[in-house]
């Protein structure tokens, strides 16, 4: 059957997050600090509107680019939030999570050879996208020393005549980094210089714990060459509710939604409804569980410190990256015997990028309980780790 499968599918690899989740599937009593998923339910207003809309009926298609009210209330929400206007009816289109916005946006976008370049550590499905497309994905190794934060320096010496795209992540996924307003402001000139197109996965735009998310769209000139990724999984806690959305110039929405009509059809149509509600009425439950991560991350980051686990401080997200190069051995090695020997399930940093393996990804998206306890088997492993040397 070897024969029948697509190369380009064959010379994919596999995640490195499903792989070491595998094996801790297998391992009784392991405490999981590695899916990027908020322990809290989704907040029951939200919960009601999706039962209340089963009850009415409202379970046929909406319009491809989903439901005009949601389409208003994301509009209404990136004016209030972000400063940035949309038109509702061409500049948004609502997609299954935002994996699918991207999925749609690269497949819209890029021709066989185009370049797309990335700051990197970064979500395990960004490479695989631009490559499924036949574009040529163009890692931007980042580290703590910078906080992970994109510098007009290291901008410039990836660009090259085939970049077509900057794709940026922030807050970012693994490693917690936020990119300011004045951090922003210094690749503009690059941007427009090389004419382009930029894709910003904002999808923990409300996760900022130092100041509040600026879109590198609300930038002057920017919005016109801009596609912002955004939904509901981490904001409202509804991840498995599967839903996202992408703002943008018109004609690369319209670009978007042809593939999206003939691949999907519509967003769930329950799930739309319910979004509605958390749009309009969910402020509230972004503070609560905001103000909650928050205190979670404090926690983490006295507790490496008292282990004397060197941490970059991260403001942004539900995550923490911190390294472990003292114990000289890769990250798959020291996640692996953390799992065996503690029954502590972390990431390794590898699985976001070559230049993430000194480090480890620690979601603080679980109970204080958890995390405590956690932390003790973390530490009583460092501290064998180290007396063994």
């Known amino acids: 059957m070897r024969d029948f499968i697509s190369k380009k599918i064959t010379a994919l690899k596999p ?19 590695g899916v990027g998923e908020p322990d809290f339910d989704t907040p029951w207003h939200i919960r009601e509107e999706g039962i209340y809309s089963l009850h009415k009926g409202r379970t046929f298609y909406t319009a491809n680019s989903g439901l005009a009210e949601l389409r208003d209330a994301i509009s209404d929400f990136m004016n209030r939030k972000y400063g940035l206007d949309y038109d509702p009816e061409n500049e948004i289109i609502v997609t299954i999570g935002g994996s699918e916005a991207i999925d749609l946006l690269f497949r819209a976008v890029l021709t066989a050879g185009d370049e797309v370049v990335y700051p990197e550590p970064c979500f395990v499905s960004y490479a ?5 497309s036949d574009g040529v994905p163009v890692p931007i190794p980042l580290s703590a020393e910078t906080e992970f ?7 410039k010496a990836a660009i090259t005549p085939k970049t077509k795209a900057l794709f940026i992540s922030y807050p970012n996924n693994p490693t917690g980094a936020i990119m300011e307003r004045s951090d922003l402001e210094k690749l503009v000139p690059i941007i427009l210089e090389h004419d382009l197109l930029v894709v910003s ?6 996760l900022s714990f130092r100041e509040r998310h600026v879109s590198i769209a609300s930038l002057p000139e920017m919005k016109e060459r801009t596609v912002v990724i955004n939904g509901f999984s981490k904001t409202y806690a509804m991840t498995g509710w599967r839903l996202g959305y992408a703002c943008g110039p018109a004609k690369i929405i319209e670009s978007m939604l042809k593939i999206h009509q003939f691949s999907i ?4 149509t329950i799930s739309q409804y319910a979004a509605i509600s958390a749009l309009k009425n969910g402020d509230k439950d972004i503070e609560m569980m905001t103000e909650s991560y928050n205190q979670r991350r404090r926690y983490l980051m006295e507790a490496f410190h008292e282990m004397g686990l060197p941490c970059f401080e991260p403001f942004g997200a539900f ?10 051995m890769t990250s798959e090695e020291f996640c692996t015997k953390l ?7 972390v990431i390794p940093g590898s699985a976001f990028g070559e ?18 306890a956690a932390m003790e088997r973390l530490d009583k492993f460092i501290k064998g780790l180290r007396a063994a040397k």
């Open 339 to 345: 799992l065996e020997t503690e029954k502590v399930a």
């Open 319 to 328: 995550y923490t990256f911190p390294d472990i190069s003292e114990f000289g």
């Open 149 to 155: 934060r994109l510098t007009p320096e290291r901008l």
């Open 128 to 132: 695989p996208c631009i490559l499924l």
């Open 201 to 206: 996965d904002e999808i923990y735009s409300e």
């Open 265 to 268: 059809m519509s967003a769930p």
């Open 15 to 33: 995640s490195g997050i499903r792989n070491l989740f595998d094996i801790a599937n297998r391992i009784p009593d392991v405490i999981s600090l």
């Open 355 to 372: 230049c993430g393996d000194k480090h480890v990804r620690i979601s603080y998206a679980y109970s204080m309980e958890q995390l405590k």
